[in-house]
Every structure is written in structure tokens, then in C-alpha cells.
């Protein structure tokens, strides 16, 4: 059973920084594109990252671009999005999503994705 497990978020302050962390489970992700999403309060879900099955292509979104940063640990089976100097409108449930039936750079930001994990709920205020 595959399974994708997020962590890491919370409450931060704005200008603060997070870690969000997915671990797969029942699937290797260095068989994978890796993408991340987001849904804010009232808005539709949106393509945040994306990252390539061996980690050299990446993707972002321009709303995020500079301050958000997607690796992985392909030892570990585990996908990073690292996020600074966040915003309020960066509040939201993150979300990961593996798929291998597309890359990165080609349709990575698009909700396509065959497996999604639960979410991480990431709220910005001060």
C-alpha cells in the first residue's frame, strides 16, 4: 500500500521559515516526480514545487520562486520543501504527490499526480 506521509508544519510568524517533510512509504521516490501543493483558505489548490526522479530538475511556481526550496533524500525515501520568509497567503494545507508517469519540468505543477498524502496544515500569522 502506498502511502505518502507529510510533516512539519504550524503556526509561524510571518518572515519565519519551515521545513515540510514527506516520506513515502510502499513506493520509492527515486522512481518518482515529487510534487508539492498547496490549497489556502477560499482558494483552489495549487502547484507550489516539483522534483525530478533524480533530483537534478526542479520547478516552482512564480508566486513562490526565491523562497521556496524542494529536495530529496532518496536514501531516506523523502521529499523537502523548505519555505522562508513566509507570508500570510503562504497559509494553507500542504500536500505531496508522487507520480512516474510524467516529469518534472513537463507537467509537474499540474494536480495530476496518482498518490497524495493527507496534508500539513501551514498557518502564517503574527
Known amino acids: 500500500q502506498v502511502q505518502l506521509v507529510e510533516s512539519g508544519g504550524g503556526l509561524v510568524q510571518p518572515g519565519g521559515s519551515l521545513r515540510l517533510s514527506c516520506v513515502a512509504s510502499?513506493?520509492?521516490?527515486?522512481?518518482?516526480?515529487t510534487g508539492w501543493f498547496r490549497r489556502g483558505p477560499g482558494k483552489e489548490r495549487e502547484g507550489v514545487s516539483c522534483?525530478?526522479?533524480?533530483?537534478?530538475?526542479?520547478n516552482y511556481a512564480d508566486s513562490v520562486k526565491g523562497r521556496i526550496t524542494i529536495s530529496k533524500d532518496n536514501t531516506n525515501n523523502t521529499v523537502y520543501l523548505q519555505i522562508d520568509d513566509l507570508k500570510p497567503e503562504d497559509t494553507g494545507v500542504y500536500y505531496c504527490?508522487?507520480?512516474?508517469?510524467?516529469?518534472?519540468?513537463?507537467?509537474?505543477?499540474?494536480?495530476?499526480?496518482?498518490?497524495w498524502g493527507q496534508g500539513t496544515q501551514v498557518t502564517v500569522s503574527s
Open positions: 510502499g513506493y520509492d521516490l527515486i522512481d518518482s516526480v
Open positions: 504527490a508522487a507520480s512516474r508517469r510524467f516529469t518534472c519540468s513537463g507537467h509537474g505543477l499540474q494536480p495530476d499526480y496518482d498518490y
Open positions: 522534483i525530478s526522479r533524480s533530483g537534478d530538475t526542479t
